[in-house]
């Protein structure tokens, strides 16, 4: 054979392999039409197709893959609100020539059952439900489209409702209704709290008062006993009641002004007097003193009560 008659042939044959072979990538099937017909599905790797006889009539995707749908209705107390869904779905295997050749264009047709189910479900909810139950609705919706769908070869996932959108004014009035309640429930707390506080305090002051006042009547009893036991010691040495409660009162009155003298904190107040103003008040008080007995002796030899003494002196 002339080797200058093989050259065109090699070249068209080389033309015609080029133009059959192709490439089909991972999760991904191609479908061939021979002549128009429906003639094969090829899977991923490199295929070969009759030039001018086969052609490729589309791709498809198995992976699985999402749409969102969104959605504008008005819920049962007259709240129009907007719904965002997710499809997910993928072309089932063993379905293929039915996602292919019986659908013209499923997304258009996914979207309108999501319309369907949504406007059917959502009316009957009041808004505040709507939130609550938005899983009902997407159950709702995954059953719907999976019975509907599942002809055509398309096998739904899941359905999520991912975002319930009502109007601004609506979402500003529901942010009002919350924080308006949180007050509320803030002031509850706050009053509950100053009661306990004040109860508490009431409590707290009144146990102090009580104790203070044990505390000074314990010191005033005290205070007696001391005197009286002062008093006692002195006379068993000779001492009488006028010149022991006298030496008693000089010593408290040193003692006085010693604690003073200690405490650098505390306030004098010094009444003008005269130099001698200090043996003034022992005498005063020895006087006092004085008087005090002689009424109880002589109210005692007369065997008369103290008070008429005092009187019958005084006249």
Excluded: C, W
Excluded at 178 to 204: F, H, L, M, Q
């Amino acid at each position: 054979m002339n080797p200058a008659f093989l050259i065109p042939i090699i070249f068209f044959s080389l033309i015609v392999l080029g133009l059959g072979l192709f490439t089909v990538k991972q999760e991904t099937v191609a479908i061939v039409e021979r002549l128009g017909k429906f003639h094969s599905i090829r899977s991923s790797g490199l295929q070969f197709k009759i030039p001018f006889i086969d052609r490729l009539a589309g791709r498809i995707n198995l992976r699985q893959q999402q749409m969102d749908v969104v959605v504008e209705t008005k819920t049962f107390d007259d709240v129009f609100v907007r719904l965002k869904v997710s499809v997910q779905y993928l072309v089932a295997r063993e379905k293929i020539f039915e996602a292919v050749y019986k659908l013209q264009n499923p997304h258009d047709q996914i979207t309108a059952y999501v319309f369907d189910v949504i406007r059917a479900e959502v009316p009957k909810m009041k808004l505040d439900d709507v939130f609550v139950k938005k899983d009902d609705i997407a159950i709702a919706i995954q059953r719907e489209l999976k019975d509907a769908m599942n002809t055509y070869g398309f096998d739904i996932i899941k359905a999520l409702v991912t975002d319930i959108d009502p109007d601004a004014q609506v979402k500003e009035a529901m942010n009002r209704i919350n924080a308006a309640e949180r007050e509320k429930i803030a002031a509850e707390y706050e009053g509950e709290a100053e009661r306990i506080r004040i109860v508490a305090k009431a409590k707290a002051e009144a146990e102090s008062k009580r104790l203070q006042g044990q505390g000074i009547a314990d010191q005033r009893r005290e205070i007696a006993r001391g005197l009286e036991e002062s008093v006692e010691v002195l006379n068993n040495v000779g001492i009488n009641s006028q010149e022991a409660s006298a030496l008693i009162v000089v010593t408290q009155h040193y003692d006085t002004l010693q604690s003073l003298g200690e405490n650098t904190n505390s306030n004098l107040i010094l009444l003008p007097n005269s130099p001698s103003s200090g043996s003034d008040m022992l005498s005063e008080m020895v006087t006092s003193f004085v008087a005090s007995q002689q009424i109880g002796e002589t109210m005692k030899q007369k065997n008369l009560p103290i008070e008429k003494g005092k009187k019958r002196i005084e006249k």
